[in-house]
């Protein structure tokens, strides 16, 4: 059974492919006419589900997609599903980091706490739709450790270890990752639905 992952990612499209073997999974670069989707909800899960239904609306197959961010305790979960485009700039992951550790500045070491979370959705082309979530609980650090990782993983600690997500290795990170999470829950969903 082909399922069709809404990114254009190799790594995501890696790690789907790890979670669901016995599947064939394929990855955007594979229908260059679909373009992007704007993710216009208000939570993860409505811009999962936007991205999933619409992609398994042009292409016809099971389609999978997610969204994810962190979200901070004190900011009343903020940035969350803005993560990407805190700083006003979708991608600029120094300026959103940045911009963060500046409105916490003045925030006690003990009250940033916070969590990332991932939503992954399921949509096949009869429009019928599930999903799954994954949480990374953690705090923040007041300034970036690592190389490793991208966005917020440089200044984001899980609870129970010492490292940054940055500093860990990628398998290390894909062993607890909330996306990592998001997709093994997916994965009976998707058995149930989709195994002949």
Not at 149 to 158: E, L, R, S
Request: charged share 25%.
């Amino acid at each position: 059974m082909r399922i069709l992952l809404a990114t254009r990612n190799p790594g995501k499209i890696a790690e789907l492919r790890r979670i669901l073997a016995g599947f064939d999974i394929v990855g955007l670069e594979e229908f260059p006419e679909i373009g992007d989707v704007a993710e216009t909800g208000v939570t993860f899960e409505d811009n999962a589900l936007l991205k999933a239904r619409e992609v398994a609306r042009q292409s016809g197959l099971p389609s999978v997609a997610d969204d994810s961010g962190l979200c901070v305790d004190v900011l009343n979960g903020m940035p969350g599903v803005f993560s990407a485009r805190w700083s006003g700039r979708h991608g600029d992951d120094q300026a959103n980091l940045d911009l963060l550790l500046a409105q916490v500045s003045d925030v006690p070491d003990d009250k940033l706490t916070a969590h990332f979370t991932c939503v992954a959705a399921l949509s096949l082309p009869s429009g019928e739709s599930r999903v799954a979530e994954g949480v990374l609980p953690g705090h923040l650090v007041r300034a970036p450790r690592g190389s490793g990782g991208f966005g917020y993983d440089p200044i984001f600690v899980p609870d129970g270890d010492s490292r940054t997500t940055a500093e860990m290795t990628a398998d290390e990170k894909d062993a607890i990752s909330h996306r990592g999470r998001a997709f093994r829950a997916l994965a009976p969903i998707v058995h149930e639905l989709l195994a002949p």
